[in-house]
T-cell receptor
Framework: QKEVEQNSGPLSVPEGAIASLNCTYS??????FFWYRQYSGKSPELIMS????GDKEDGRFTAQLNKASQYVSLLIRDSQPSDSATYLC??????????FGAGTTVTVRA | DTAVSQTPKYLVTQMGNDKSIKCEQN?????MYWYKQDSKKFLKIMFS???????INETVPNRFSPKSPDKAHLNLHINSLELGDSAVYFC??????????????FGAGTRLSVL
């Protein structure tokens, strides 16, 4: 079983719609959870971090964490063409190590 | 002012050669990392150093040798390059101290092509 699994893409959404990305993880002791965005040919860029159960909102992005279900999600509201990228879920195994999912590629259609 | 910088950005070389990639961070972080991202975009940890001490050493061929002369620098030397080493190598750094110890910031990447 992979440590971090993301819903397979690609995910295509129309401009203005909500994009929903899901991630599950295997280590029940994980304490920190992140979403990174990676544009083609660029490096991963942190867009959200979440540490406790519930929702965390930052602009058009909302991260949701449910530790009991070992589930993290990212919602992108009012999707824009500039949101077209690969989104990586990362889970903190300890103070130093992150395990990354394989990524979900999102395409926002104008 | 770039926070995590790595050089070179592109590296094209022949099989069997030895090459190095350098990384420097000016964020004052204690921990640095090397990742490999293959053609399927999967990002895999290779090594990590905390204050010059090796703390993560994943299953990586011993042709790969990291070196951290100080906590702001982490270099990666690769001996006897093989075709399968072709990938993008990312350097990253994190504070290494709670509560945000493992928020990681990435360099721009080094695209290695082995011919």
């Amino acid at each position: 079983q992979k440590e971090v699994e993301q819903n397979s893409g690609p995910l295509s959404v129309p401009e203005g719609a909500i994009a929903s990305l899901n991630c599950t993880y295997s280590d029940r002791g994980s304490q920190s959870f992140f979403w990174y965005r990676q544009y083609s040919g660029k490096s991963p860029e942190l867009i959200m971090s979440i540490y406790s159960n519930g929702d965390k909102e930052d602009g058009r992005f909302t991260a949701q964490l449910n530790k009991a279900s070992q589930y993290v999600s990212l919602l992108i509201r009012d999707s824009q063409p500039s949101d077209s990228a690969t989104y990586l879920c990362a889970v903190g195994m300890n103070d130093y190590k992150l395990s990354f999912g394989a990524g979900t590629t999102v395409t926002v259609r104008a | 002012d770039t926070a995590v910088s790595q050089t070179p950005k592109y590296l094209v070389t022949q099989m069997g050669n030895d090459k190095s990639i350098k990384c420097e961070q000016n964020l004052g972080h204690d921990t640095m990392y090397w990742y490999k991202q293959d053609s399927k975009k999967f990002l895999k940890i290779m090594f990590s150093y905390n204050n010059k001490e090796l703390i993560i050493n994943e299953t990586v061929p011993n042709r790969f040798s990291p070196k951290s002369p100080d906590k702001a620098h982490l270099n990666l030397h690769i001996n006897s390059l093989e075709l399968g080493d072709s990938a993008v190598y990312f350097c990253a750094s994190s504070p290494g101290t709670s509560p945000f110890s493992n928020i990681q910031y990435f360099g721009a990447g080094t695209r290695l092509s082995v011919l």
